[in-house]
């Protein structure tokens, strides 16, 4: 059964940091590209950032510049580091990969909040 987590979320005030983590089980990661998403409710969800197999990574042009997606296979774990965070980076951060076969998996997301 493959199933995703996200962890690393919180509360942290404009201009901090925060490190998320999508750990993956029941499969192996490194054959997957790993996509992060974003979702505010009332609004359409948003590709932050994208890692490929090779480990090409594309980002959405509001966080390009301020957060890296890089991927550790042997944790079977995705990392998106979000630097110079803002209040407008807060939301749900969920994560998935897609095969071919199965379809998509999504984890249950982890919420981020950025406010002073």
């Known amino acids: 059964q493959v199933q995703l987590v996200e962890t690393g979320g919180g509360l942290v005030q404009p201009g901090e940091s925060l490190r998320l983590a999508c750990t993956v089980s029941?499969?192996?990661?490194?054959?997957?590209?790993v996509n992060w998403y974003r979702q505010v409710p009332g609004k359409r969800r948003e590709l932050v950032a994208a890692?490929?197999?090779?480990?090409?990574?594309i980002y959405g042009d509001s966080v390009q510049g301020r957060f890296t997606c890089s991927r550790d296979n042997a944790k079977n774990t995705v990392i998106l580091q979000m630097d110079n965070l803002n209040p407008e980076d807060s939301a749900v951060y969920l994560c998935?990969?897609?095969?071919?076969?199965?379809?998509?998996?999504w984890g249950q997301g982890t919420q981020v909040t950025v406010s002073s």
């Open positions: 029941g499969t192996d990661i490194s054959i997957y590209a």
């Open positions: 890692i490929g197999r090779g480990d090409a990574t």
């Open positions: 998935n990969i897609v095969d071919a076969v199965a379809g998509t998996y």
